[in-house]
């Protein structure tokens, strides 16, 4: 194979991480832990990927522009949060629904629960969920059931019908008891506290640092930035967004087309997020829904929580999967004017009424995001053998990781991107070894 050509000025190191999000980190400071010479390439300007804590005085504590909910005990980031000292606090409360004008209180999460998990346990194969519901649920009885899984992959999975799979959403219904909490403060903590120990440990960050281009051959690669710069070591861990991959925003050279093509066969959602800070908790006062943690509706921004049992004036509208991709083009006032509408509806309200009692909004349009390009991932039927494929290091030296790469219910977290961030520094220190 030829030598590489690169420019004579260039930053040198064992290892070149891409992404400064929780996979990134995560990996970075196991490398530097380990006396590994490592440099994270970063496409914003701060880490955290799709974590985005923000302080604004307009709210009443951090928002969370990206992950929020810390899902049942995860190993990584509960050893994270006691090393950091950040605490959690519960999320938990009533869940409510808004349709044809009427408020409701849920008592059943899937009215046909018990057909619906029986007909699940008798698959063989995976299937799609929509291909799964054809199979076993065709008659037009069943079509509440229809809406409430397709509510369910769209909004919680961030998922499409069409794709997502169907052993996957048995194997999240059976374990779905655990309690959600929230970091204290915001996931920004923990990320922040990453960062630190990859600093004390030498890891240089370069922030503003588009990658787009990868030279590599056994043992040496050589990334090229937007910016000109050039950065060489003997590998490299890729940590951008599964929607990045399936882009190929990243070229190689030469090419490593089995990557790319498991890269398209994962599931990668849009979000949208919109938080309101309200003047007063209007839910509360005027509709009696004191212990309202979560409102679903059919709206164009279907769902919406409240910060309980904290006591805070936020709203967080949300929109996922198809439909939310379906609206990446639009403003972010837009997006708020259809938050409102939707919210307006969801009470039989007027938009005004609603606006008048908002005081501060923000929007978080991930699928718009020049460096994400959706929200986060979700298994669909082919992802066993693509993040098989993908976590499989080409020649010792080029490495994948991140929240879509790790199989397992935890796949679209913070802590699946934290795993997959620890397993691809061991496997990197052990091949030098």
């Not at 930053?11 to 994270?40: F, P």
């Not at 198809?322 to 509408?341: I, S």
């Amino acid at each position: 194979m030829q030598q590489l050509v690169y420019k004579s000025l260039f930053m040198q190191a064992d290892v070149i991480v891409i992404g400064g999000g929780a996979a990134g980190l995560m990996a970075a400071a196991a490398l530097s832990g380990a006396g590994r010479k490592v440099i994270v390439l970063e496409a914003r300007h701060e880490a955290g990927g799709r974590i985005r804590t923000i302080a604004d005085g307009a709210f009443e504590q951090p928002i969370e522009g990206g992950a929020e909910f810390v899902h049942g005990k995860p190993e990584l980031t509960q050893e994270l949060l006691q090393q950091a000292k950040i605490k959690t606090v519960e999320a938990g409360g009533d869940i409510w629904r808004s349709e044809a004008g009427k408020l409701q209180k849920e008592e059943d999460f899937i009215a046909e629960y018990d057909a619906l998990m029986a007909s699940l346990k008798s698959l063989k194969e995976d299937v799609s969920v929509a291909q799964f519901l054809h199979t076993h649920f065709s008659l037009p009885k069943h079509q509440q059931l229809h809406q409430t899984l397709k509510s369910y992959v769209e909004g919680y999975y961030a998922g499409d019908m069409e794709k997502a799979s169907a052993i996957a959403l048995r194997e999240e219904l059976e374990g779905a008891e655990d309690e959600d909490k929230r970091v204290n403060g915001g996931y920004g903590g923990i990320m922040a506290y990453l960062q630190q120990q990859c600093e004390s440990a030498g890891v240089q960050f370069y922030f503003n640092t588009p990658v787009r281009h990868i030279s590599w051959q056994k043992g040496e690669v050589i990334v090229a930035a937007e910016n000109g710069n050039q950065y060489k070591a003997t590998k490299v861990i890729v940590t951008v967004s599964v929607g990045m991959l399936q882009q190929e925003r990243i070229a190689f050279s030469p090419a490593i087309e089995s990557k790319m093509t498991a890269a398209k066969q994962l599931g990668f959602g849009g979000v949208i997020k919109i938080v309101m800070q309200l003047k007063t908790p209007f839910w509360k006062e005027e509709f009696g829904m004191n212990e309202m943690a979560f409102l679903f509706s059919t709206e164009q921004i279907p769902t919406w929580w409240t910060q309980h049992p904290q006591v805070l004036n936020l709203l967080t509208g949300w929109c996922a999967g198809p439909a939310a991709t379906a609206l990446k083009d639009e403003t972010d006032e837009v997006l708020f004017e259809k938050a409102v509408a939707s919210l307006a509806n969801c009470f039989t309200l007027s938009v005004a009424a609603v606006k008048e009692k908002i005081s501060a909004w923000k929007v978080f349009n991930w699928p718009a995001d020049a460096y994400t390009g959706g929200g986060y991932s979700y298994l669909t039927v082919e992802s066993e053998s693509a993040i098989k494929e993908l976590t499989t290091p080409v020649e010792a030296t080029i490495y994948f990781a991140g929240e879509g790469l790790h199989y397992g219910m935890e796949i679209g977290t913070v802590e699946a991107a934290l795993q997959s961030g620890k397993q691809v520094a061991q496997q990197v220190i052990k091949s030098y070894s």
